[in-house]
């Protein structure tokens, strides 16, 4: 027998918004959300020193209320305590599950024990995770195609399938009527929102959002899928989808904004590189790190900008997301127990699953007794598609002058190689 849990009718108090109160999106949809400022790692990969938020929403026609994803089960009582100051929880009539990665679902066994009455409506593919990830079989309404409607009474959501944002079984949601798309993870940022904000015309650092917390949002968790990012907007448009609202997973919902941030998207994941070349590097006793400014010089020279990032000291999703618009790239290693070193290979390992590659690159490095790192960084590279420019620069020990000159010199040669194959 399912435990019921009982809310009486809520009273949605309007003289003062507090941290646990639902925020309006528009009269009739409501963010249900939570912030979570205590996870450290996002995935238990990607560093969110600024917290992240999981926005649910809750969409109330005259007949009937869906609820559209959940949150992370810790922040179950609070989600619940958000709906139930809008409706009582039991009166949901549809649960719209539009991504099943934990942190939009695991509430939702909690959630069904309330809802009682409640039909999930999701994708085949994900009603098979459902089940084995909390082992529930609610009712369910399956979508198969991009018509499935549901009518709310004067509102009706229509559910989109939109694979590979970012796993395969996603969704998104339109409610016509509004023109408010409920877009799941695509479009979102890490950061949690300010007190009692959910809407970024309201948001003091709005730009906060878009050009650092969503780019790092999507370099880090998206970058694989950059394909997929543009065949969903090319499929919008063919449904002559254009959202009023733009409703995401994390981060706030856009009004003014809301072409903007689609529109960053489109260009990440093209990409739209600019005069730019990213050098990151590993350096153990500072020698590979003495060619960093020397480097920089060189792609100066060749009229670019340079960043560059110890792997030692920053988080990866940073040079991820540097590397967005940068076709070229230098990338130092000394030489680790015959290897490269660590981090550098982590950081190899993730331009692989993030599939950015396509782009010019230069090796430099030190070491102190063998040296293979930088052939065996070539190797691995060129293997993942990466345009390997110029002679790798190995120097044993600490570099003198004419090493510095040939780094600066290659830095410039792999910068102009790039600027020019890309017509910048």
């Given at each position: ?125 994900a009603l098979n ?30 559910l989109i399938q ?167 790239l230098m990338i ?93």
């Open positions: 027998m399912v435990d019921r849990i009982v809310f009486t009718e809520p009273v949605l108090r309007h003289d003062h918004m507090k941290r646990d109160d639902p925020l309006r999106v528009t009269s009739d949809v409501h963010w249900v959300g939570v912030n979570d400022a205590h996870t450290d790692l996002f995935e238990g990969l990607w560093e969110i020193p600024e917290g992240v938020s999981y926005n649910s929403y809750l969409v109330t026609g005259s007949e009937k209320t869906a609820l559209i994803d959940n949150v992370l089960g810790k922040y179950e009582q609070e989600h619940l305590s958000k709906i139930g100051q809008l409706i009582d929880p039991s009166r949901i009539d549809y649960i719209i599950i539009n991504h099943m990665e934990p942190e939009h679902t695991s509430a939702l066994p909690r959630i069904l024990k309330t809802a009682i009455n409640a039909q999930v409506v999701l994708s085949p593919i995770m459902l089940k084995n990830f909390y082992h529930v079989e609610p009712r369910t309404i399956l979508v198969k195609g991009d018509d499935v409607r549901l009518d709310l009474g004067g509102k009706t959501l229509r939109t694979p590979w944002l970012h796993w395969p079984e996603t969704l998104c949601a339109y409610l016509i009527e509004e023109k408010v798309l409920f877009s799941c993870d695509a479009f979102g940022s890490f950061r949690q929102l300010p007190e009692s904000q959910i809407m970024e015309s309201d948001i003091e650092n709005k730009d906060e959002y878009i050009n650092n917390a969503s780019r790092k949002y999507f370099a880090g968790v998206f970058s694989g899928q950059r394909e997929w990012v543009l065949k969903a907007l090319e499929k919008f448009e063919d449904l002559d989808i254009e959202p009023e609202v733009l409703a995401p997973s994390h981060g706030p919902a856009y009004t003014v904004s809301a072409r903007e941030i689609m529109g960053r998207w489109a260009s990440w994941s093209k990409p739209n590189y600019v005069r730019k070349a990213v050098i990151t590097f590993g350096s153990m006793y500072g020698m590979t790190a003495k060619f960093v400014e020397s480097i920089k010089e060189g792609v100066e020279e060749a009229g670019g900008q340079a960043e560059a990032f110890d792997l030692s000291r920053t988080a990866p999703i940073e040079v991820l997301s540097a590397m967005l618009d940068a076709p070229a130092g290693t000394p030489t680790y127990e015959r290897d490269l070193f660590p981090k550098v290979k982590y950081l190899v390992n993730l331009l692989e699953l993030k599939k950015l590659s396509d782009r010019c690159v230069g090796i430099f490095g030190s070491f102190g007794w063998s040296g293979e790192a930088t052939r065996k960084l070539e190797e691995k590279l060129v293997a993942l598609g990466f345009r390997l420019v110029g002679k790798s620069l190995a120097v044993l020990g600490s570099p003198a002058q004419e090493d510095f000159e040939k780094a600066k010199k290659l830095a410039k040669t792999v910068a102009e190689t790039a600027f020019s194959e890309r017509g910048l």
